[in-house]
């Protein structure tokens, strides 16, 4: 079983940045991707950013792209979402997720999630 704790989130203005982090324990954290997805209210939970288990394959969705950046340390069990140029747009509840077969951009597929930290950004 695996426990995954983001931290990081808060309140900022627009065009300023947050790194988000996301611990886990309890597993082997080299052998899982690493996905970020967040929701805003009323909306359904997105993809936000991807990382395979070496952290040498990444994906960030169109919306986020040229901004936000993921990325690991395995040595760390330690996931981060380093978040620039922050937007209105982009205030959600961020979560981490641990997928065994490897990164992917489907929510169902991921097999562990953490509780969440919000991001709020005004502007």
């Known amino acids: 079983q695996v426990q995954l704790v983001e931290s990081g989130g808060g309140l900022v203005q627009a065009g300023n940045s947050l790194r988000l982090s996301c611990a886990a324990s309890?597993?082997?954290?080299?052998?899982?991707?690493m996905g970020w997805f967040r929701q805003a209210p009323g909306l359904e939970r997105e993809f936000v950013a991807g990382?395979?288990?070496?952290?040498?394959?990444?994906r960030t969705t169109d919306s986020v792209k040229g901004r936000f950046t993921i990325s690991r340390d395995n040595a760390k069990n330690t996931v981060y979402l380093q978040m620039n140029s922050l937007k209105p747009e982009d205030t959600a509840v961020y979560y981490c997720?641990?997928?065994?077969?490897?990164?992917?951009?489907?929510?169902?597929?991921?097999?562990?999630w953490g509780q969440g930290t919000q991001v709020t950004v005004s502007a």
């Open positions: 997720a641990a997928d065994r077969a490897g990164w992917s951009q489907v929510t169902q597929k991921y097999n562990y």
């Open positions: 309890g597993g082997t954290f080299s052998s899982y991707g």
């Open positions: 990382i395979s288990r070496s952290g040498t394959s990444t």
